[in-house]
């Protein structure tokens, strides 16, 4: 799978943070990289008993087929993230049915591979899910690109910061300079000088800069 077909779907996801579209989004990405018949988002089994009747902020099931598998999906074929979240902890369970021999090493590796943009991500629908929590879309992305510059110590232009999140949003050259009016060679040149900057190499590593640790 060529990294750069993913990148308009991981905008999608980061975007639809604290909306119903978000689960269904992510299990969208996760079935691009890696063949399961469901994906599950829960409070971790291994996290601090919740207060008595204490609702979880997400506890659903995701089915790759509209059939629902739910009788079948007891089995040893799992997968596990977990993301602590203060006192919470949220898993996400990537589960196949009646599969005997479990995830292949190199499934495994290629859930690791992309298992830093994903945690991030259910974090942030999280965030966007607790009581008084900042409305999710754009705004939301903006307001975490602009935090994270800020705790970086680097500074950007209006274009470099909008052709930035436009490529975290998924849009591509040509989109953004529909978008913003522009010439795509004058869009590139903004995201060339923005990836100086922030010493990055492309999308990849923009998404890694985003949400890695300052």
Known sequence: MNSHLLYPQI???IA???SRQFSRLLHNLIQAH??????HIRP????????PNASPLIDETVFSSDQGLEDGLDDPSRLHLIKPHGDARYEIQLRRAGSAFGFSAHERSQLDAITPLLLPMLEKHVDALRPCADPPGPERLRQRFLERLAQSGLSLSERECQVCLGLLAGHTAPQQAERLQLKVNTVESYLRRAAIK???GGRHSLMRWMYGEV
């Not at 890696?34 to 994906?39: K, N, R, S």
């Not at 971790?44 to 207060?51: C, I, V």
Request: glycine share 8%.
């Open 198 to 200: 922030l010493n990055i």
């Open 34 to 39: 890696l063949t399961i018949d469901a994906m």
């Open 44 to 51: 971790s089994s291994t996290a601090p008993a919740a207060l």
């Open 16 to 18: 639809s943070a604290g």
């Open 11 to 13: 905008g999608k996801v």
